[in-house]
């Protein structure tokens, strides 16, 4: 049986393997533990990467590229009109559609905008991640605000049903609340496990009158893409740790400028060793070696 370490590692093996082009310009690397090794497995593969510039989304992600001898770049100042040829990022936990909640590591404003600016984000989890519905086993939906409005948005996340929603505290309590690295707090909001679009067509071709099924906030249930647009519109919030809507590739074919916020592909590494992938067209969960 393989370790939750173990299992990133191979799902970061795999994840590079399958989407790291030798060729590309930008990549996009994200934060967290399962990060590192997505950076190993490009270190691995023994190719030049001279001319690939690394995009952090934070302090700890730009540390891990210089001590790997890769070349970092601020995501500011990337080319005008230039996309990232691929984005590979963690993820707290990943839906059937691939949405995504996003921000347990307070990175969520940064993590945003690279996935977004890339032509395919990449995901790489353990099997803890890879759940049927957000909200099934993490806990709270990620939000970071300015620290002015906090008292605010916890109101206002109340109102659309959130049960005790909170500033995230530092490890000492004494510290105060964490700060991003755009030193806003990040506020992490409970709500009851989201229903998928399909689910709400199931209940209305059915008649069924079950509270919630309507994916627009009855008893705090809420379909994920829904809800990140109500919290997106509360004065004070950055940015949603729900990662909703379209994924790179079906932003280019929508003729957007950008990318989009879902991967194109999650990596989940397996307790028996082997690693499956979920991938945009079904939703479906495969071998990767297959």
């Known amino acids: 049986m393989a370790d939750i370490e173990t299992a990133k590692r191979n799902a970061a093996i795999r994840a590079v393997k399958d989407h790291f082009d030798p060729q590309a310009q930008y990549i996009g690397?994200?934060?967290?533990?399962?990060?590192?090794y997505v950076v190993e497995a490009i270190q691995a593969l023994n190719v030049s990467t001279t001319n690939i510039r690394f995009v952090p989304t934070g302090y700890q992600s730009r540390q891990v590229i210089i001590r790997a001898g890769l070349t970092p770049i601020a995501f500011d100042s990337l080319p005008a009109g230039v996309l990232l040829d691929v984005a590979f990022d963690g993820a707290d936990e990943i839906d059937e559609d691939l949405n995504c909640i996003k921000g347990g590591g307070a990175c969520l404003y940064q993590e945003k905008l690279?996935?977004?600016?890339?032509?395919?984000?990449i995901c790489v989890a353990d099997h803890r991640k890879l759940q049927p519905r957000l909200l099934s086993h993490w806990p709270t939906v990620p939000i970071e605000v300015e620290?002015?409005?906090a008292r605010v948005v916890l109101s206002a996340l109340q109102d659309l049903g959130s049960k005790s929603p909170f500033v995230r505290e530092g490890h000492m309590s004494k510290a105060g609340p964490i700060k991003t690295d755009q030193d806003n707090f990040i506020i992490d909001a409970p709500f009851p496990p989201m229903v998928l679009p399909r689910d709400v067509a199931k209940a209305q071709s059915l008649h069924h009158t079950h509270r919630g099924m309507d994916g627009k906030g009855e008893d705090g249930v809420w379909e994920a893409e829904t809800l990140a647009k109500e919290i997106k519109m509360i004065e004070g919030v950055?940015?949603?740790?729900?990662?909703?809507?379209?994924n790179g590739y079906q932003a280019r074919e929508a003729g957007k400028a950008m990318g989009g916020q879902k991967p194109v592909a999650?990596?989940?590494?397996?307790?028996?060793?082997?690693?499956v992938v979920r991938t945009a067209e079904d939703g479906t969960?495969?071998?990767a070696n297959k």
């Open 29 to 36: 690397i994200g934060s967290g533990t399962t990060i590192v």
């Open 114 to 121: 690279v996935a977004t600016h890339a032509r395919k984000f």
């Open 147 to 149: 620290p002015l409005a």
């Open 238 to 246: 950055l940015s949603v740790g729900l990662f909703v809507g379209m």
């Open 266 to 275: 999650a990596y989940f590494g397996m307790e028996d060793g082997s690693v």
């Open 285 to 287: 969960v495969q071998d």
